[in-house]
């Protein structure tokens, strides 16, 4: 449902991706990330990697962050191009997923909100949508006991994870 197409300078290096996935998607708390090709206890590639060095067409690195609560990314490389690059930064935003739809738990109306008490603690015969959502009319009078109130859905992997609240400011 999440994904983002991306032009990285080939002088930037892999921490400087990190910097981006985790203000674009993931930061919460200063949690620990890694690359690797192939996933848990596959090959570690250091972060101080330049992209020209490690990056072709095919190659699949994978993106983990917070290791309790990890968020999994997986970054494929499509391609190269040569000329201007579109950004000032080393990383530019060139597309991304819409918001995926969500519909409120209680009358199948588009969702706004995420109660993160019903995410962890559903009934799960309580309900025929989705865990969690709630629309606007329905987010003031639900009760929020355990884990505090509802919280905005984004546009991200990471919402309802850890203390994610939202991606930082563009340009990222």
């Known amino acids: 449902d999440f994904w983002l197409h991306l032009e990285m300078r080939g002088s930037a ?4 991706l990190d910097d981006y996935l985790r203000a674009i998607w993931l930061e919460c708390c200063g949690h620990l990330s890694e690359f690797t090709i192939g996933g848990w206890q596959g090959d570690e590639i250091a972060k101080s990697r330049k ?3 490690i990056f072709e067409p095919g190659l699949v690195l994978r993106h983990l962050y917070d ?37 409120c738990q209680e009358c199948g109306q ?11 603690e559903e ?6 949508f989705g865990s969690g ?3 606007d ?7 929020h006991d355990n884990y505090g109130e509802p919280m905005p859905l984004f546009n991200s992997p990471r919402t309802g994870m850890c203390g994610y609240d939202g991606p930082a400011e563009p340009p990222y």
Not at 13 to 16: E, F, G, I, R, V
Not at 123 to 128: A, C, G, L, N, Q
């Open 13 to 16: 290096t892999l921490a400087k």
């Open 51 to 53: 992209a020209d060095a």
């Open 67 to 103: 290791f309790g609560t990890t968020s999994e990314t997986d970054i494929k490389v499509v391609g190269f191009r040569e000329g201007k690059a579109t950004s000032k930064h080393p990383i530019a935003l060139l597309a991304r997923n819409q918001m995926p739809a969500a519909v």
């Open 110 to 120: 588009p969702a706004k909100w995420l109660c993160i008490e019903c995410l962890y």
């Open 123 to 128: 009934d799960k015969d309580r309900t025929s």
């Open 133 to 135: 959502h709630l629309c």
């Open 137 to 143: 009319d329905h987010v003031e009078d639900h009760p």
